[in-house]
Every structure is written in C-alpha cells, then in structure tokens.
C-alpha cells in the first residue's frame, strides 16, 4: 500500500485499488486529490494493471463529497470548464486502457457521483445514496457531465435527480440499470474483489479495445456546432448569475441558500 497524499494505492495479482483517502474534507474531488489520483492511474498503466478499484477506505460514511467547492471560481467563467480538475479525471478513467470498479458505500455527491457513474461497474451496498447536487449550488453542470449520467441513467431518474438535488438510494439507481450489482457492506470488498481477478484473467487487449470501442460509441453524439454554443449560452447564464454567487457563499457560511433566478 502506497500513500499518495490523499490517495493510498495498491497492486496485487495485475489489480490496482486505489483509496481515497482524504476523510477531513470527506474525500472532496480537489485538484490535490485529483492529482494524487491521477498519479495513481498513471502508475497502475505503467504497471500494466488489467482492472482499477476505485474505493473509499473501509467504512468511510462519505465516499466523496464532489467537487471542492472552495476551488469552484467565484463567477464570470465556466465552473466546470475542460481543464477543470473533475472534468480531467474522468476523462482519464473514461480512456484508462483497464476497466476501473468503482466500489462505493457510504454518501456521494455532485462530481463525485459522475466519477463513480463513469468507472465502468458501480459496485455499491443497499445503503449507499447518490446526489446530483449542482440545482443545490446553483452551478450549471456541463455537456459531457450529463452525457455520462444520460449513459448511465433513464432520463426519468436523471431529472428527479438533478431538479430536486435530493440524495437517492442505490437500490433505485439498481433498480433502473445506473448500478450492477447491490451488494451487503460486509462482502462488498471481497465480492468486488473476486469479480476482478475473472476481469484480470482475460485477454486484456480485447478487453481493452471493447472497453475504448464502447467508449467512443457511447460518447458519439453528433453536436452541430451552433447546438453546443447554445447549451454554452444557457450554462454562461447560470455561471453569470447573482445566484451562483448566492450558491458558493451559502455553502462557505453554512446557511440555506437565498435563490432569486437572477
Ligand atoms: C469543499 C467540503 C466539501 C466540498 N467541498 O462533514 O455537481 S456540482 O455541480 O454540484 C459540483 C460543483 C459539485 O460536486 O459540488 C459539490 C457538491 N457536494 C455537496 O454539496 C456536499 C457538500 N458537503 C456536505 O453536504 C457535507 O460535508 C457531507 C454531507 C458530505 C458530510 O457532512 P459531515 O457533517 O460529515 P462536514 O460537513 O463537517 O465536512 C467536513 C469538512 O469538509 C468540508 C466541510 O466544509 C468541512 O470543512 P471544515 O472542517 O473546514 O468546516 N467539505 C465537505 N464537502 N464538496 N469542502
């Protein structure tokens, strides 16, 4: 087990975990921890690791609390721009050669629950819960963010989720396809475990050119130019607004926030 900051990471057996392991700040997605990740990935691609389980430690409540709202601009420009921490993570384990398990208990939030629903299985307890929170913060999240849940979710559940901002309980996601497999919190790691040493005994290019191929064709929505400038044009209202302001200072002063759609 290696220590990477805010990530522990380990390889046995050609499988990689890595651990988030930021519990003060309940794992928040910040560019430290993101970079740790990313260190760990890069690591585990050197070493040729043919699965990645990606976890909080054992027993962790939060698994993440999504993107460090500290790090998030004070307004003016795209919250969740290209280069953007998130956004560079989840690429990365979109286009990481070796399938990456997301092994998940406890709570996860915001950005967090995209990078959990962009590893390739989400492996969770009964008791996990999920919450697209931007509506909350008053952020506008971004067009390759809702691709990746529009590909992981009904439309139906995606929307209860993102207008309300509620957590919600894995068993629904499990019941609507976002999630493979419930599992008791007690056999979570050994069941995830077992699953990925049948992935590592596999051929690992074919299995690393259905997961690319799969990728690219899931990815593969014809967006006319003029169409994106149009989804830019109502995310820059938002990012604009008094209330993303509103959003960022009622989370920094821990108190409701006061929205007036302007
Ligand atoms: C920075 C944090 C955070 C945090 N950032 O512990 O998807 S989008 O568009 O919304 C995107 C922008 C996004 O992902 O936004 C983040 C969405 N996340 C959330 O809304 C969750 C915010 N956090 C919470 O609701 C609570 O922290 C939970 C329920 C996760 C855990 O509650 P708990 O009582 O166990 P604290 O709230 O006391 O948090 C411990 C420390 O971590 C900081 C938090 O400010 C606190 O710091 P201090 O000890 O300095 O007060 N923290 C938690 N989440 N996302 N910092």
Same mark, same amino acid.
């Given at each position: ?55 909080? /430690? ?24 290209? /280069?953007? +921490?998130? @956004?560079?993570?989840? @690429? ?6 070796? *399938?990456?398990?997301? =092994? ?7 950005? /967090? ?26 952020? +506008? #999240?971004?067009?390759?963010?809702? %691709?990746?849940? %529009?590909?992981?979710? +009904? ?16 068993? @629904? ?8 497999? %419930? ?9 995830? =475990? ?9 051929? *690992? %290019? ?17 967006? +006319? *130019? ?8 109502? @995310? ?7 209330? #993303? ?11 409701? *926030?006061? #929205?007036?759609?302007?």
């Amino acid at each position: 087990m290696r220590g990477m900051g805010h990530v522990l990471t380990e390889h046995s057996n050609r499988i990689g975990t890595l651990t988030l392991n930021h519990h003060e700040r309940r794992n928040a997605l910040s560019a430290a921890l993101v970079g740790d990740l990313l260190d760990g990935l890069h690591m585990m691609e050197q070493a040729k690791t043919r699965v990645v389980i990606l976890r909080a /430690a054992p027993g962790a409540k939060v698994w993440s609390a999504g993107h460090d709202i500290n790090e998030l601009p004070e307004g003016g420009r795209d919250p969740l721009g290209f /280069a953007d +921490p998130l @956004r560079t993570v989840i @690429r990365r384990i979109e286009d990481f050669p070796a *399938p990456v398990i997301a =092994m998940v208990e406890g709570t996860v939030w915001g950005g /967090a629950c995209e990078l959990a629903m962009s590893c390739d299985l989400v492996f969770t307890t009964p008791e996990t819960t999920f919450a697209i929170t931007p509506a909350k913060l008053s952020v +506008p #999240y971004n067009v390759s963010g809702l %691709l990746t849940f %529009l590909n992981r979710m +009904p439309l139906s559940l995606l929307n209860e989720m993102a207008f309300s901002g509620e957590p919600i309980p894995a068993t @629904r996601a499990h019941a609507l396809g976002a999630i493979n497999h %419930l599992v008791p919190a007690a056999e979570l790691s050994a069941f995830t =475990m077992a699953f990925a040493l049948k992935v590592a005994r596999n051929a *690992p %290019l074919s299995v690393t050119a259905m997961k690319r191929s799969v990728h690219i064709l899931t990815a593969a929505k014809a967006l +006319p *130019p003029i169409t994106f400038e149009q989804i830019q044009g109502e @995310r820059r209202k938002v990012w604009d607004s008094r209330d #993303y302001k509103e959003g960022i200072a009622a989370f920094k002063q821990r108190r409701e *926030p006061d #929205y007036r759609g302007e």
